[in-house]
Structures are given as C-alpha cells and as structure tokens.
C-alpha cells in the first residue's frame, strides 16, 4: 500500500546542485563490514591522503556552498587519519558528520573527534549486516544496540544522533518499530533514516551503455541477477508507518529528476516528550527555518545541534505561523503539569533513490544532497562505481531498443 501525498502541501527542500544543505566526502572505500545494500565495492587499501581529501574539499568549496559534509566510504573510521579530516572539515567552518557503521568506534576516539570538531554522526545499523554477535537479529532487537550507541553519544555529549537503516521488503513491516523506538529516546536520538533498497536487475528488462557502448554490468557491486524487489517507495515506507501512526505527516520534500511529483527525500519534523509525540511541524516551519538559516549563514541547515533540539518549548512560539506547531501546542499545553517536561524536537527523513523508469530515464534525486567528487568534479555518490569502472555513468536502455544519442 502507498500513502497519498500532495506535493503542494509541502515545502519543497530549496536544496540544488550548487546550493545545498550537504556534501558527501569519501575518505576511504574500506570497511569493516558487508551490508547487503551497500553499493561501494570494498577496498582495504583505498585510503586517500589528506591531500587528495583536501583537493575533494577545495571542488566542494569552488562548485558547491554546503552547511555539513557527511564523511563516509566504505566506513570513515577505517581511515588511520579519521581525526585529521574530521578537524580539516571543522577548520573550513564546515559540520563535520561521520556516517559509520560503528564497529570502530569507542568513547576514547569519539572524545577525541569531538575535540577535533566533530559535529555528529550517522550510524548505520539494519538487520541485513553481517555485524558481529548481531547476525540474525531482527530489527526491533536491534534496537537494543542502537540504544547503545545512542548512550555513548550522549554521554560525550554535544554531538548530533541519528540512525538510517536499509528497507527491504521483508523489514518494511519492522519501520513502525525503530519510529516508535525514536520516540521512547527523543532525547538522545535526534534524526532516524530510511532508505528504500535499490539494486540493478541484470537479468532484467534493460541492457547498460557507456557512452553508446553496451557493457557487461555484472561486476558492478549493486547488480543482482536475483529478483528482489527493487520498487519501494518512499509513499510504501510512510503507508506502513501511519498503519502505526496515523497522524504521521511530513512537511518537506525532493522531487525526482524526471518524476516532479515523485518524493525522493521525505522530511517529518516532530515534537515530543519521551515516549510520546504531541506533533508535527507544517510546511512554514520548515521554510522559515531553512531560509532563516540561508540568510543568517549563507547556507542552508542540515544539522542540528542537539541543544536545538532539545528547544522545543521555544518553537512553539512560532505557533501562530504554522499549523502543525499549532496543534503540537495544544497536545502538549493540555495539561498544565506537562510544561515541567522538556519538549524535544526530531527528525525523521524517507529515501528513495534512484528509480528506472520503462523507458530507461534514471530518476535521480533533484537537488542530491550525497554529491561527492570524482576527477574534480561534482557526482552522485550512490553511483560512484560506474564512473569509477567504466569511466563515467552508465545509461539504461530497454531491452530490443538502440541506445539514444
């Protein structure tokens, strides 16, 4: 089932190519540990110097105004100068946020990133990892080991929390779980991710060009000659949330490159005490804090520091501008005695990358916040093996169909 959305009850994210919230830097294509959905081949000795970091940083800054830089890979803690890029991105007057799957990270080196200028992370964690001791556990057990990186976090303190995790068929019915466990932890939890599994079907119904060649894509580390399904929504994952929570509602979205009316990135804004949620922010909210924020730092937000979020009280004032700030402060001004517990605010973003479309288009996400750098210039990250194999990004073609030119 797929929810029923209108685009113009929404703000549209103002995020563009040149003009966006974050970048995406790849330190190292290593890591740790294999996840079914991964789209990077993994490369133990592909670390980059500080040097070729520093050059990737120098197209961001010529090509492309950003608030955070999301530091992945492969995983960023792989890297033996973690710490060095970390206080190379807060030293350009950028928000450092490390994406890892956590298996490296202890409180001694967070201490010590946090130090450098570490702005927060993004842990990776789904019930399709190969992580150790965790194999074969289901999503609502693995929230159990979320709780404790969410603990650790906190306990350094002054770093953003969030958590994305992978949606297959098969766990799609889990998301209402890892949401409502969002809720119960409002307090240290501040952003929860999801993302739609994609995979390229090789045995399908395209054939793959190359600049007008035709080119064996099976060694690509996101083809399957394997049927799973590759379709779900962002609509899909936010029907089986209001199965749970009807009055689950974004207020802010990406469309697709070739869909307008697609929803690429699916941004909710709640409010709650722990464990409970009074409400969600509309549309106007959004827009005045991404223009506000546009205006007083030239960039558009990406990440909040957790003493925004723990400001929820405040945001309330805004009330009169938004409706669903309105109705948020209604819930939680009910009762008299609910003033006396802290108002968190959070953040709960639906991803749907790329969708072929039957004739071939490729609906990328417009406005991409995950662009990264390859030969000096600006692309998609989710996609950096195709260029990275066959020297630039491969085109689809329905099958019995010639290549367009």
């Known amino acids: 089932m797929t929810a029923q959305l209108d685009h113009r009850s929404l703000y549209r994210l103002p995020w563009s190519l040149p003009d966006n919230a974050i970048s995406w830097l790849e330190p190292t294509a290593a890591c740790n540990l294999y996840c079914d959905g991964c789209y990077r081949t993994n490369e133990p000795k592909s670390h980059r ?6 050059d990737d940083l120098d197209v961001f800054a010529r090509f492309r105004k950003a608030d955070g830089i999301s530091v992945a890979g492969g995983d960023p803690l792989c890297h033996p100068e973690v710490v060095d890029i970390v206080a190379m ?50 999503e609502v057990e693995l929230n159990e080991l979320r709780l404790e990186y969410a603990q650790l976090i906190a306990g350094v303190g002054g770093l953003s929390c969030a958590f994305n995790s992978t949606i297959y068929e098969d766990t799609l019915e889990c998301v209402p779980d890892v949401v409502a466990w969002g809720a119960q932890h409002i307090d240290i939890v501040h952003v929860l991710v999801f993302i739609a599994f994609r995979a390229a079907l090789i045995d399908g119904q395209f054939d793959y060009y190359v600049n007008g060649q035709k080119i064996d894509f099976a060694g690509i580390r996101y083809a399957t000659d394997t049927q799973p399904r590759t379709d779900i929504q962002s609509t899909d994952i936010l029907a089986a949330i209001r199965d749970r929570f009807p009055d689950f509602q974004p207020c802010a979205y990406l469309n697709g490159t070739e869909k307008p009316d697609s929803f690429k990135w699916l941004l909710t804004g709640r409010l709650g005490t722990k464990g409970r949620i009074h409400g969600y922010v509309g549309a106007r909210f959004m827009e005045l804090a991404q223009v506000t924020h546009h205006l007083r730092n030239g960039r558009y937000l990406a990440y909040s520091s957790p003493k925004v979020h723990r400001r929820g ?35 709960v973003m ?56």
């Open 350 to 405: 639906l991803i749907q990358p790329i969708d072929v479309l039957p004739d071939g288009r490729q609906n990328m996400c417009d406005g991409c916040p995950d662009m990264t750098v390859w030969n000096g210039r600006l692309a998609w990250s989710c996609r950096l093996e195709e260029p990275v194999q066959f020297g630039n990004f491969v085109q689809t073609v329905p099958k019995q169909a010639s290549p367009s030119h």
């Open 49 to 54: 110097s500080l040097e070729e970091i520093a």
């Open 89 to 138: 991105i807060a030293g350009r007057g950028l928000k450092p946020i490390l994406n890892t799957n956590g298996l490296a990270l202890s409180r001694e080196l967070l201490t010590e990133m946090k130090r450098a200028g570490l702005w927060g992370l993004t842990l990776h964690i789904d019930s399709k990892q190969t992580r150790p001791r965790w194999r074969g556990k289901s």
């Open 313 to 347: 009280r405040s945001l309330l004032a805004l009330s009169p501008l938004d409706r669903g700030l309105a109705r948020a402060a209604r819930s939680y001004l009910r009762n008299p005695l609910r003033v006396l517990q802290r108002l968190h605010y959070q953040s």
